[in-house]
């Protein structure tokens, strides 16, 4: 999956001038699609990692923490970035998407040290069993 994202990122930041104007022709929505490819583009490896932690913690039955972790990255990360990035700072939609691009990162880093946590502690006790 990671793998399939890095690839996606490498086109849209590489070609994301290219992919615009295959359907736009005005410079100045050429120009901001190109950069919204660039943030987008980043964003898809954290948004892989964090589907593949989601997914198996779901596997696990552990609900409740991805559930903490995605209110606190969404609602306390992404949405006040957001709102800085595209408002305060003046850097429109990529601001906007870079916000909730760093909401993403830091839900794919906290689900997945939630996952190792577990899943060593699991380890751990089997272990000793």
Partial sequence: ????????????VGW???????????????????????TVGVMQIF???KSVALGA?????DNDWPTRISLVAYW????PLSIVF???????????WAGFGAGLAVAAILLFWRFLRLTRSAEQLSRHS
């Avoid at 890095?6 to 086109?11: A, D, E, N, Q, R």
């Avoid at 913690?57 to 039955?61: E, Y």
Wanted: charged fraction near 15%.
């Fill in 1 to 12: 999956m990671t793998l399939w994202m890095i690839g996606f990122t490498i086109l849209m």
């Fill in 16 to 38: 994301g001038d290219g992919i615009a104007r295959l359907f736009l022709d005005e410079p100045e929505v050429i120009a901001a699609a190109t950069a919204i490819f660039v």
């Fill in 47 to 49: 948004d892989g990692v």
């Fill in 57 to 61: 913690l779901r596997g696990v039955l």
């Fill in 76 to 79: 306390l990360v992404a949405l």
């Fill in 86 to 96: 595209g408002f305060k700072l003046h850097y429109g939609a990529p601001g906007v």
